[in-house]
Every structure is written in structure tokens, then in C-alpha cells.
């Protein structure tokens, strides 16, 4: 098993650019998450899915948006890309939302 | 408001020492709680968790937790810490279908 896979592994963006950030699992895991980590501020959870077709936001939703077409996949979308959107962005998932997490090895996104 | 403070950013130890680090939670009810490691450049890892029952907590790597309702506190303890230990520690609260994280402590290691 591949476990929690995220691409790219490293990106640049110019302000006001989109992009999306993806991430797909093979555990047949419910549950999906995107963390964005900031030195000093832990992870802070921007969106969530316990479901195919089902989102809901987290602590930082503003300036992303997710979809769950699927139970794999997870994708992130950065709609207008912002220099405080500059984090490392990390995808995890589990079988039910209360349960351990599994983390991908993160994005490092920087936006000029 | 929902949270979770970890009061040490950066925790220096000798190898062989023991260890305590420290988190609080503010909820209105008990939340499950974590602690999750992160080395450098990599993803975080389950350590222990609490969900109910007897409040001292096993983990891997020879760590453990107590869960204090008294004091809203959960805080991770190892009798003797190894140079591998040196890593990021994230105590973390699940309510809500939320995991909500901690601002880490960085624990150093001197040999």
C-alpha cells in the first residue's frame, strides 16, 4: 500500500496564480483532511470530508476549496494564490474521523 | 472557543533524562486526545491516545500520557529519553469531527 500520497512536493506561485494540490489514499479510509503547518501555530485544519460528496470546513477555510468526488481523492485548490498562503500543506486520512490519522509527506507551497 | 496549548515551544533534555511535556485543553466536554511526533521533513505519527477509561496511556516508543480531568491537562512523559527522541511533539483534541492541534514543542536532545 502506497498509504496517503500528495503532489507536488514542492511548488512556487505568483500571487493571484491557482493551483491544486493533490491527494489520494489507498486505504479506503471515510475520513480526509488538509492541515496547513506554520512555525509556532501547529497544524490547523483547513477542510474536511468524512465522505464521498460530503465537505465541511475547518479552522482556515478562506481561499480554498475541496471536493470528495470520490473516496480516494482529496484535492486542495488554491482559487487565487496569496504570500500568506505560504505554508507547508500536509493531506491525512483515516477509516473514521475520531481514529489515528495517516499523513502524506506534505506540500511546500510558496507563493511570491 | 476550542483549543489546545502546549506552553513550551522548545524543550532541551540530556540523553538518558526524563521527560515531560505539557498540554492543555479548553473545551466544554472531555475530547479525545493525541500526541503525535513529527521528525524533520516528514509527516506526523500517532504516539498514544485517549479516548476514556484509565487515564495513564501506553504509546510506542516507550512514551505515555496522563490525563488529568482536574486540570485539563494531558501531558506526555518518557523515564528516559534516547537521541532519537529529537523531534516535534503535537498534543492534539478531537471534537466535532475535528482534530484540532497544538503549537508543538520541539524537543532537543544533548548527548
Known amino acids: 500500500n502506497a498509504g496517503v500520497t500528495q503532489t507536488p512536493k514542492f511548488q512556487v506561485l505568483k500571487t493571484g496564480q491557482s493551483m491544486t494540490l493533490q491527494c489520494a489514499q489507498d486505504?479506503?479510509?471515510?475520513?480526509m483532511s488538509w492541515y496547513r503547518q506554520d512555525p509556532g501555530m501547529g497544524l490547523r485544519l483547513i477542510h474536511y470530508?468524512?465522505?464521498?460528496?460530503?465537505?465541511d470546513q475547518g479552522e482556515v477555510p478562506n481561499g480554498y476549496n475541496v471536493s470528495r468526488s470520490t473516496t480516494e481523492d482529496f484535492p486542495l485548490r488554491l482559487l487565487s494564490a496569496a504570500p500568506s498562503q505560504t505554508s507547508v500543506y500536509f493531506c491525512?486520512?483515516?477509516?473514521?474521523?475520531?481514529?489515528?490519522?495517516?499523513f502524506g509527506s506534505g506540500t511546500q507551497l510558496s507563493v511570491l | 472557543a476550542q483549543s489546545v496549548t502546549q506552553p513550551d515551544i522548545h524543550i532541551t533534555v540530556s540523553e538518558g533524562a526524563s521527560l515531560e511535556l505539557r498540554c492543555n485543553y479548553s473545551?466544554?466536554?472531555?475530547?479525545?486526545l493525541f500526541w503525535y511526533v513529527q521528525s524533520p521533513g516528514q509527516g506526523l505519527q500517532l504516539l498514544l491516545k485517549?479516548?476514556?477509561?484509565?487515564?495513564l496511556v501506553q504509546g510506542i516508543k516507550g512514551f505515555e500520557a496522563e490525563f488529568k480531568r482536574s486540570q485539563s491537562s494531558f501531558n506526555l512523559r518518557k523515564p528516559s529519553v534516547h537521541w532519537s527522541d529529537a523531534a516535534e511533539y503535537f498534543c492534539?483534541?478531537?471534537?466535532?469531527?475535528?482534530?484540532?492541534f497544538g503549537g508543538g514543542t520541539r524537543l532537543m536532545v544533548k548527548p
Open positions: 485517549y479516548f476514556s477509561g484509565d487515564t
Open positions: 470530508s468524512v465522505g464521498a460528496g460530503i465537505t
Open positions: 473545551y466544554g466536554a472531555t475530547p479525545y
Open positions: 491525512a486520512s483515516s477509516y473514521r474521523s475520531e481514529e489515528k490519522l495517516f
Open positions: 486505504m479506503n479510509h471515510e475520513y
Open positions: 492534539a483534541a478531537y471534537a466535532g469531527n475535528m482534530l484540532t
